[in-house]
């Protein structure tokens, strides 16, 4: 069984900076592919970035210059530096992950964590 957690999530000023992590666990042989997405009340959830095994990376264009993705593979963590953020950040943010594990090789997703941008 696969598992991601996540955390970092928060409340914080327009202007502010947050970090989001993301650790996957369980029986894990290889993931091909770590990224973040987001849900914001009302709207559908969409690709904030990625990062693949090789390292490369691609960003929604509303938070290119201002969020940076990144892995550490001894970890199986990523992280999401989320810099000058704006009230249209405001989301619920979720891990995804695509892992070849004991089960055979499948996407998979955190639970969520809630990123408020708030004066």
């Known amino acids: 069984q696969v598992q991601l957690v996540e955390s970092g999530g928060g409340l914080v000023q327009p202007g502010g900076s947050l970090r989001l992590s993301c650790a996957a666990s369980g029986s894990i042989f290889s993931i091909y592919a770590m990224g973040w997405y987001r849900q914001a009340p009302g709207k559908q959830r969409e690709l904030v970035a990625r990062i693949i095994s090789g390292g490369s990376t691609n960003y929604a264009d509303s938070v290119k210059g201002r969020f940076t993705i990144s892995r550490d593979n001894a970890k199986n963590t990523v992280y999401l530096q989320m810099n000058s953020l704006k009230p249209d950040d405001t989301a619920v943010y979720y891990c995804?992950?695509?892992?070849?594990?004991?089960?055979?090789?499948?996407?998979?997703w955190g639970q969520g964590t809630q990123v408020t941008v708030s004066s």
């Open positions: 995804n992950a695509d892992i070849w594990g004991a089960a055979g090789r499948y996407d998979y």
